[in-house]
């Protein structure tokens, strides 16, 4: 279950903020952004959540209580997180919206990396500047492919 919910919530934090911050880019546009979002929370976590129960039925280490709880583990905590990214783009603008969302992401990114390492007895520094610096490869790369894709079919 563990498992299930570091996922969720990681997944949840690159591919919302990597759609939330490409649809931006290429479209500046708040309803195509929320529609992205709702896409994400939906769509993604079901697919999270098969993958994460078919990746521990090829293990044969774990019961089948255990697969499905991982499984539900996932969908929630990537549907639920997803959703949260929804309220600053209703309530601000789009681009103070974008900001507070990779805001909010990175904190709880940072929040769940430094739990992790201290579970592990790893020195937290190195644990959340690794993760961050990966959620921020993904950003990076998504406002330039939000960019190009205008700038192509525009």
Known sequence: MTTGISFGLTSGVITTLGLMVG???GTHSK???LGGILTIAIADAFSDALGIHI???SENAHTGKQIWASTVATFLSKFLFALT????VILLEL??????GVAWGLSVLS??????????RK???KVIAEHLLIALMVIVATHF???????IFE
Not at 95 to 100: F, H
Not at 111 to 120: E, F, G, K, M, T
């Open 123 to 125: 020195r937290p520094g």
């Open 95 to 100: 681009s103070t919206a974008i900001l507070v």
């Open 23 to 25: 649809l931006h880019a």
């Open 31 to 33: 309803l195509i952004v």
């Open 111 to 120: 929040l769940l990396s430094y739990n992790i390492a201290r579970s592990q």
């Open 55 to 57: 990746s521990e039925e």
């Open 85 to 88: 990214f929804l309220l600053p």
């Open 145 to 151: 492919v939000g960019h190009w894709v205008s700038a």
